[in-house]
């Protein structure tokens, strides 16, 4: 039997502490091919939090990552509204392990009721899931997030494993989808994180990136929690050791998701990895 698929909050590992915290224990569901917090679960569990402390739906949410984690060490969030109007309510997410901030966020929560609406960007042309090259990973290598998103390359090359092929230019889409857990806001921020893959399709060359910063803005709602994600990622520049990269996130239906934004440190893969 497949698994059966979580909450968001259960997949994270998050748990509320007497105190008004919520801590999450860094595991290889959470954490990257370095053992550090994976930026895009980072962001997940602020958007979650902000979201709960709310009581609404996520506008946007952005994180700074300050210092790096390890595999083991416990994560310790605190959410703070320091305004709450009619409509909408500002947060900020602060995270530390063992008294040392490591990630700090803000954003805002919020439904206004809808008076227009425009429709005037559309999701790229891209072959569907089953008719893109699958990110094939070493089925036993459990040690990192990544071995639980399933990755589908519809244009270009997905620049930390080099499947595909390098598009010549700086755009490349990508089908992700976690099967184990129910597609919600939180989600679309881990899967976010998938996005720096495009710049070693830039460079053509396998690279690693590291997150300084992410931010994502949310646009329609998910419509099918069991659905895939379209990534069309595009890198804006990448040079002097750093990159910056946005995304757009479709829905299998065409709806616009959420739009995605970042810069990190990129550098090569050490030998042998």
Do not use: K
Not at 156 to 173: A, K, L, N, Q, Y
Not at 191 to 201: E, F, K, Q
Not at 244 to 256: D, H, K, P, Y
């Amino acid at each position: 039997m497949p698994p059966v698929p979580s909450t968001s909050r259960d997949f994270l590992g998050l748990v509320d502490t007497a105190d008004d915290r919520t801590e999450m224990l860094l595991t290889s569901a959470n954490t990257g091919g370095g053992e550090s917090l994976f930026g895009g679960a980072g962001l997940g569990a602020a958007v979650l939090l902000a979201e709960e402390r709310a009581g609404r739906p996520a506008i946007w949410m952005t994180t700074q990552f300050i210092s790096l984690t390890r595999r083991n060490e416990v994560m310790r969030f605190r959410c703070d509204t320091p305004a709450t109007g009619r409509t909408m309510t500002q947060v900020q997410v602060h995270a530390e392990v063992d008294g040392r901030l490591v990630m700090s966020g803000m954003g805002a929560c919020g439904e206004r009721p809808e008076h227009h609406r425009t429709a005037q960007l559309r999701p790229p042309d891209a072959p569907g899931p089953e008719a893109s090259e699958a990110v094939v990973r070493d089925p036993d290598d459990t040690s990192a997030l990544h071995h639980l998103v399933d990755t589908r390359v519809a244009r270009g090359m997905f620049g930390f494993t080099e499947t595909g092929t390098p598009s010549g230019d700086e755009r490349s889409w990508i089908w992700c989808r976690m099967p184990t857990v129910d597609l919600d806001a939180a989600v679309l921020a881990m899967l976010a994180d998938y996005m720096p893959s495009v710049l070693g399709n830039a460079v053509a060359d396998r690279v690693w990136c590291s997150s300084i910063d992410n931010t994502i803005r949310f646009a329609d709602p998910v419509d099918d929690p069991a659905g895939w994600v379209l990534l069309e990622n595009s890198a804006e520049f990448v040079g002097n050791g750093f990159g910056i990269g946005r995304c757009r996130m479709w829905s299998e239906s065409g709806r616009l998701l959420a739009t995605a934004s970042q810069s990190m440190s990129v550098r090569l893969p050490p030998p042998g990895a």
